[in-house]
């Protein structure tokens, strides 16, 4: 079905959208942030609001006929159910509370599903210029356990709070594998998970079935390393 559409164009113009996206947050970077909290520790930025606006507006003049899910404006709204048609995922700003310290590990994120299958994907970190977790006590104790479960099995562990960079690190061979369960929604996912095939690498659900963008569940790898990887984390995922 993805064949019978003119991906190049749509790349072309999503690509388009991240660099002028990009060059808002590049200004934005060096300058003090005004950030509002959503929900207990998240942060959202009138950055990530404007650059959402900006890349939907430029991907809708273009096409129009298309849908959009967002992570600002489905938080807002709840306009996030994922249908067959075209529908485009994006992040404004992953990795909000890098941004707001100064952290430059930031990057937009936009994905194309087409029959809910993540077929287009574009991440771009502009500071670099490289193309809502829960902490409640449960989950945190939750994660700490998993971690503990991985130490031993693992040469290290990074969380570098932006997990559509972390994915991207594992399509250009940085990174070994990738995991998170509980992320903010799927526009943290759809844009990487294309990115990753195309490299040759896998991603998966954690525990070794297909990814469902939906589910807030994902975990990655190289080509040699799924089923160590879903092994290790029998039973903590």
Same mark, same amino acid.
């Given at each position: #079905?993805?064949?019978?559409?003119?991906?190049?164009?749509?790349?072309?113009?999503?690509?388009?959208?991240?660099?002028?996206?990009?060059?808002?947050?590049?200004?934005?970077?060096?300058?003090? &942030?005004?950030?509002?909290?959503?929900?207990?520790?998240?942060?959202?930025?009138?950055?990530?609001?404007?650059?959402?606006?900006?890349?939907?507006?430029?991907?809708?003049?273009?096409?129009?006929?298309?849908?959009?899910?967002?992570?600002?404006?489905?938080?807002?709204?709840?306009?996030?159910?994922?249908?067959?048609?075209?529908?485009?995922?994006?992040?404004?700003?992953?990795?909000?509370?890098?941004?707001?310290? $100064?952290?430059?590990?930031?990057?937009?994120?936009?994905?194309?599903?087409?029959?809910?299958?993540?077929?287009?994907?574009?991440?771009?970190?502009?500071? #670099?210029?490289?193309?809502?977790?829960?902490?409640? &006590?449960?989950?945190?104790?939750?994660?700490?356990?998993?971690?503990? &479960?991985?130490?031993?099995?693992?040469?290290?562990?990074? #969380?570098?709070?932006?997990?559509?960079?972390?994915?991207?690190?594992?399509?250009?061979?940085?990174?070994?594998?990738?995991?998170?369960?509980?992320?903010?929604?799927?526009?943290?996912?759809?844009?990487?998970?294309?990115?990753?095939?195309?490299? $040759?690498?896998?991603?998966?659900?954690?525990?070794?079935?297909?990814?469902?963008? #939906?589910?807030?569940?994902?975990?990655?790898?190289?080509?040699?390393?799924?089923?160590?990887?879903?092994?290790?984390? &029998? $039973?903590?995922?």
């Amino acid at each position: #079905m993805a064949e019978s559409f003119p991906l190049d164009e749509f790349l072309d113009v999503a690509v388009d959208a991240s660099k002028i996206a990009g060059e808002v947050i590049r200004e934005a970077f060096y300058q003090t &942030k005004r950030p509002e909290h959503k929900g207990q520790v998240d942060l959202v930025t009138e950055t990530d609001k404007a650059c959402e606006e900006l890349v939907f507006n430029h991907l809708k003049h273009s096409f129009p006929n298309h849908r959009f899910i967002g992570e600002e404006t489905s938080a807002a709204f709840g306009t996030d159910e994922l249908t067959a048609e075209p529908t485009w995922i994006i992040d404004p700003i992953d990795g909000t509370t890098n941004f707001v310290h $100064g952290f430059p590990f930031v990057c937009i994120s936009i994905g194309l599903t087409i029959e809910k299958i993540p077929v287009l994907g574009v991440v771009y970190n502009p500071i #670099m210029g490289e193309d809502t977790t829960e902490r409640d &006590k449960p989950s945190v104790d939750a994660i700490t356990n998993r971690i503990s &479960k991985l130490l031993y099995k693992v040469r290290s562990v990074r #969380m570098s709070g932006s997990l559509a960079l972390d994915l991207c690190g594992v399509a250009c061979g940085r990174l070994d594998l990738c995991y998170h369960i509980g992320f903010g929604g799927p526009w943290d996912v759809a844009a990487a998970a294309v990115i990753i095939g195309e490299a $040759g690498g896998l991603v998966f659900d954690p525990s070794g079935g297909d990814l469902d963008i #939906m589910s807030r569940r994902v975990a990655a790898s190289n080509g040699h390393l799924k089923d160590a990887l879903v092994d290790a984390l &029998k $039973g903590s995922a």
